[in-house]
């Protein structure tokens, strides 16, 4: 084994090990980039082992943070996240929980359906997982508890319909994934947006099982009302704003009228102006979710600087081309790599936070992608449509990434809101059916590439 290819794998085992020291993971990216690009100058120095390192490797790194700081594309992340937690402070969701109760109040689970259903608009809305998992706990669980729904399945309900977000568009999770690739940022989102359905209608499904099949788990509260007309109304009234929200911010996008850092900076105005429609709005809030963009948007170029220092060096040790030659030599053909890959994904998100797995593998395995000889039809408007695919792919794996223990962070956004005889082994029973849920959208995208596909060639086509 040559040095360069055993300094690869200690970086990967050194960064590992470090995360569970509790140092900040952009330190620790950081901190293992310089500490082996010393290494690697060392050794070419003085154990004539050409490494291919010296520190104007280093030097290369203030190049590519400038290029981070430059990147227009970048530009709609403090947007989306703004607009995402000022849509949380406007109000929005509890009109809704408020609407859809009474509309599904006589369903057997028809309180879990309603959370499902908030939780795919505020999706499609906000996009700031933690948020949104707070919001739904602290609306709907008492309600749940006192209806008597089983403990596991409402707090599985509750933290997977909170992490809708990250999939389903407009998702930060997409626009940092097109950046590091150089795809089309409205390719990807529109790509999203049969996946999310996808998964969101599996939850339903799901829910209105166990409503079926396990009557216990998710009774019909005694005071539900028929449904009237008038309940239709003040649905239609409570959803309206927000949808139309959505309509403006993504059909802007789909229809080319806007970048998505255009549409960004119209949705979180949009907000803004819902927040005011609804009397939510005062100098308070503003302030306050001025302070959580500016710490969400800074905890994220944090690890964007490490993890570009760290990128650069494994780069630079030929650690991408010792990954490519690993994955391509094993005997398992195309789709058995994807789905060892994805595989390794899915552990890596017992472990990991989705920004790091997008910043330093997601590049590393786009080549293998590309050497793999998929044939996928764009239709001739869609480029690489087998990128786009296999990133939505990355994108379905990584919702576990939020409900896989010991780090799934909806579960400890859950927690933290919960009443104390809520356990963390309820919450952890929970989510294991949505876990499944989730691996069984991945494998229908798997299978029928075109749901990923068919959207974005339909509306440039």
Known sequence: MEINEILVIAMFLSFIA??????????????????????G????????????????TLGLVVNRLFKIMDNWILVALPMFIFMGIMLDKSGVAEKLMQSMQELFGRVRGGLAITVTAIGIILAASTGIIGASVVLLA???????????????????????????????PPSIMLVIMADQLGLSVGDLFMGAVFPGLLLGALYIIYILSVGFFSPDSAPVPEDAKRVTMRAFIGLLKAVTPTLLLIFIVLGSIFAGIATPTEASGVGALGATLLAMYNKKFSFKVLKEVMQG????????????????????????????????????????????IIAFILFIIFLLGFFLDWIEITLIIL???????????????????????????????????????????????????????????????????????????????????????QLVIWLPAAAYG
Do not use: H
């Open 363 to 449: 590049p590393l395995l786009a080549p293998v992608i590309s050497a793999l000889g998929f044939e996928i039809d764009g239709y001739g408007v869609v480029d690489n449509p087998e990128l786009v695919w296999f990133v939505m792919l990355v994108a379905m794996a990584l919702q576990t990434s939020f409900l896989t223990p010991p780090v799934g962070f909806a579960l400890f956004y859950l927690k933290g809101v919960c009443p104390p005889d809520i356990k963390l082994s309820d919450i952890y029973k929970g989510v294991i059916p949505f876990i499944i849920l989730q691996l069984i959208a991945l494998v229908v995208l798997v299978l029928w590439p």
């Open 293 to 336: 963009t500016y710490n969400t948007t800074a905890y994220i170029f944090a690890i964007f600087i490490g993890a570009t220092c760290f990128a650069l060096v494994l780069r630079e040790l030929g650690g991408d081309e010792l990954i490519e030659s690993f994955l391509t030599g094993l005997p398992f053909g195309p789709y058995g």
């Open 41 to 56: 100058y060392l050794a070419d120095m003085y154990l004539d082992a050409f490494t291919g390192l010296d520190f104007l």
């Open 138 to 168: 602290v609306m709907s669980l008492p309600s749940m508890m006192k209806q008597g729904y089983s403990k596991p399945f409402a707090l599985g309900t509750i933290a997977s319909a909170g992490t809708l977000g990250i999939l389903i």
């Open 18 to 39: 470090l995360l569970f020291t509790g140092i900040p993971v952009a330190w620790v990216l950081g901190g293992i980039g310089v500490i082996f690009a010393g290494i």
